[in-house]
């Protein structure tokens, strides 16, 4: 099985490290990731200018950065190399990509680009402080994945690790945990401020409780935007 595997907080980053050691063992790994953190940039792709993609040297599979976001080291990797992927990996995220901030997160960005290119996706994130369990689990969360035949049904996995816990759990997207307060300076300038939303709610159903509760949640995801029940009751014949 030939492996794309990127992520969003670079090429330099401890989470990619792992996850290439453990994707190796699966497959024949090729790594195409931001030279620099690129956190945050949802979907963005450059349009207007160049910019550099680099060999990366002394690494034990063949490995490139490039100086823009997720999306766009998918887009190289696919369109640009004309390479054939059988799966894509993205992360493994340092923080986790829960709720509507997916929005957001160039982790699941990458995905949402490779499954749009034709190539099924996995994004993996684990807890701020510590990627123990989801180096303990990954394997267990892939082999449920696969078991479970998700990616037949859908094009995009998204995979968050609690800080502590093993429990598996199917889920779907909650509301979002994060929001910002924002400092306007006297320099004229803007300052956002993280501020958690998360109540503490035990909706397990919830990709947001399921993980903030000590279970790893597995949610299926779909480049598809359009509000299906609008789009019947608008498309529906009367009479």
């Not at 994060?178 to 501020?195: A, I, Q």
Request: with cysteine; aromatic share 8%.
């Amino acid at each position: 099985m030939k492996i794309l595997l990127t992520n969003d907080d670079g090429i330099q980053s401890e989470g990619i490290r792992h996850l290439i050691a453990w994707a190796k063992t699966i497959g024949e790994v090729t790594v195409v990731a931001p030279k620099v953190q690129q956190s945050a940039k949802s979907r963005s792709i450059e349009i207007h200018n160049c910019y550099e993609l680099k060999r990366m040297e002394g690494w034990d599979v063949e490995a490139y950065s490039v100086d823009s976001t997720p999306a766009d080291c998918v887009r190289v990797a696919i369109l640009g190399m004309k390479r054939k992927f059988d799966l894509a990996l993205s992360g493994i995220n340092c923080g986790p990509n829960l709720g509507a901030d997916i929005h957001y997160s160039g982790t699941v960005a990458a995905c949402f680009e490779a499954a749009q290119l034709g190539v099924k996706a996995i994004a993996f994130s684990a807890a701020f402080n510590s990627f123990d369990c989801a180096i303990k689990n990954i394997s267990r969360a892939y082999d449920e994945i696969i078991g479970r035949q998700m990616l037949a049904h859908a094009d995009i996995v998204n995979v968050n690790f609690p800080m502590e816990g093993d429990e598996i759990l199917v889920t779907r997207m909650g509301p979002a945990i994060y929001s910002d307060e924002f400092e306007f300076l006297p320099d004229g300038t803007v300052k956002p401020r993280l501020v958690c939303l998360y109540e503490g709610t035990r909706d397990l159903t919830l990709d947001t409780d399921a993980t903030m509760t000590g279970h790893i949640s597995i949610t299926p995801l779909c480049n598809d935007l359009t509000d299906f029940s609008a789009y019947q009751k608008l498309t529906k014949k009367i009479g």
